[in-house]
């Protein structure tokens, strides 16, 4: 692949195996450097088409996306998706052996965009002959930070992940945790632009778990962008402002959790003094069904429940109980992926 | 640069603080230890006689630094092969590549650091090595020392004693 120092994209490779084009020049690394327009208003992630493909197997099928600046974006789906291997090919990892993308404006694998780039792999491990402290200094020196701010950015990477009183233990003595934990703090050096994390709650327990989330707010509150790939959709509920969904290395839905659930409106009902013809009224509000003694209409517009609850005091009925529901991430999930 | 030396500093460290490395240090300094006895014997012996002496001292230091130097280069395969296959395996090399550095510069690194323990080692044990054939040898330091300069050279070795007679 060939080079160019030019300031916009310019070059396109084509691909001999799939016939698809690869972006392989673009943004000069002085305007990442110097933050110019086009390093601080492209999107931190866009990828047009992008795919990978192992031989017979299509791990990422013409991936399109993008995540804005600032935000958290989910990057779920079921194991085996792609979804690691999406990250690898936005790492410069990997080639894709298709489409296009740019990180931070700027080509797959460009070094000076990987110096904004803070990343927490699924395979976490460190150094286990390195105190917690070496490992962190480790990282600073890789990324280039002044030798000055070595030992502030590593006690503060070590304060947020709550590892400061083991700073000066061997990372082979740690637990997975713990050294997830570091991993998280490794990705934080340097106050990245844009933070990749890998499943970054596999090895915690409810309280790191929480803490991760109390993390990644924080780096969207300081500006930073968030790309969590995960598949527990709890977490993704909690802390993303958008979503993708991706299976068989496809993005099957994106968007933010509202514009994912928001047409998902569950109402549960519990009427009683009504007969079995009210129910045929229902039919203008959404599709419903009998739970027992509940009444559950499914895709209801949120607007329309009091005009629902009003006819039905109208016809007479005594309505015990009206609770409104929102689908799942989980269920929206599975009910894409087919499962249910 | 920065970042080969980076790498090239990590590995040193990373082999220091390894176990392998003690255990080269303990039996290296077993074997220094044996072969300066064997030198004292040989030197104290009443079966030869000076002359023979004189010839055995340096052929047997000769003998020795060879079968060293095919110890050293085996134990060089036995650190450095895995040291690079054994991190990408764990995903210890996963979180260096990330960072802006290109893999020439973590190979090279690599290599650096090793290289340098290394030449380190078998500088510290021909110095060892050495010295103890030197205290061993102590009758005539003229000898031993003769003795010593030939090593670096084994053709010249094995042609000096005839030499010295």
């Known amino acids: ?340 | 640069m920065n970042a080969t030396l980076t790498i090239a500093a990590l590995t040193i460290t990373e082999a220091v603080r390894r176990r392998l490395l003690l255990a080269f240090v303990t039996i290296t300094v077993l074997i220094v230890g044996l072969s300066a006895w064997g030198f004292d014997r040989l030197r104290h012996t009443n079966t030869l006689t000076s002359g023979e002496s004189n010839l055995a001292v340096p052929q047997a230091l000769i003998l020795f630094m060879f079968m060293f130097s095919f110890v050293l280069a085996l134990s060089a395969s036995a650190i450095a092969s895995p040291s690079i296959s054994s991190e990408v395996e764990s995903g210890v090399l996963m979180t260096i590549v990330t960072r802006p550095v290109r893999r020439t510069e973590v190979l090279l690194g690599k290599w650096l650091g090793l290289a340098t323990l290394l030449a380190g080692y078998a500088a510290g044990v021909c110095a060892l090595e050495f010295g103890v054939v030197r205290l061993a040898s102590v009758k005539d330091h003229g000898n031993s020392s003769h003795a010593i300069t030939e090593i670096p050279h084994p053709g010249r070795g094995l042609r000096a004693p005839g030499g010295w007679r």
């Open chain 1, 1 to 340: 692949m060939s080079r160019t120092n030019s300031a916009e994209r310019t070059a396109v490779d084509a691909d001999a195996q799939s016939g698809a084009s690869v972006l392989v020049s673009g943004t000069s690394r002085s305007s990442l450097e110097e933050g110019s327009p086009q390093a601080t208003t492209s999107p931190a992630i866009h990828t047009v088409g992008l795919s990978k493909r192992f031989d017979d197997t299509i791990a990422v099928n013409s991936l399109s996306m993008t995540v804005q600046r600032g935000e958290v974006f989910g990057f779920l789906g079921p194991n085996g998706a792609g979804k690691t291997t999406v990250v690898k090919l936005l790492l410069g990892l990997a080639r894709p052996t298709g489409g296009e993308a740019l990180v931070l404006g700027a080509p797959l694998g460009d070094r000076e965009a990987r110096r904004q780039i803070g990343y927490l792999p699924e395979l976490f491990r460190y150094q286990p002959l390195l105190t917690a402290r070496e490992v962190l200094r480790l990282h600073c020196r890789l990324l280039g930070l002044p030798k000055a701010t070595w030992e502030e950015e590593g006690r503060s990477a070590l304060e947020t992940v709550d590892l400061l009183e083991r700073g000066h233990d061997r990372v082979g003595t740690f637990s997975k945790g713990m050294q997830q934990r570091l991993g998280l703090g490794v990705a934080l050096l340097g106050n990245p632009a844009l933070v990749m994390l890998d499943e970054p709650t596999s090895a915690l327990d409810p309280v790191g778990r929480h803490d991760v989330r109390e993390i990644i707010r924080g780096l969207r509150e300081r500006g930073s962008t968030v790309f969590l790939n995960t598949h527990l959709l709890e977490e993704a509920e909690y802390v993303c402002d958008r979503v993708a969904i991706i299976d068989r290395g496809r993005a099957i839905a994106t968007g933010s959790l509202d514009e994912l659930l928001g047409g998902h409106s569950r109402l549960r009902l519990k009427v009683e003094g009504l007969g079995e013809s009210w129910w045929s009224g229902l039919g203008r509000f959404g599709q419903w069904r009998r739970e027992e003694e509940w009444t559950v209409v499914d895709g209801i517009d949120p607007s329309r429940i009091a005009e629902l609850v009003g006819e039905l005091v109208s016809l007479g009925g005594q309505v015990e109980a009206v609770i409104p529901e929102h689908q799942s991430l989980e269920a929206h999930f599975l009910e894409l992926l087919g499962e249910r």
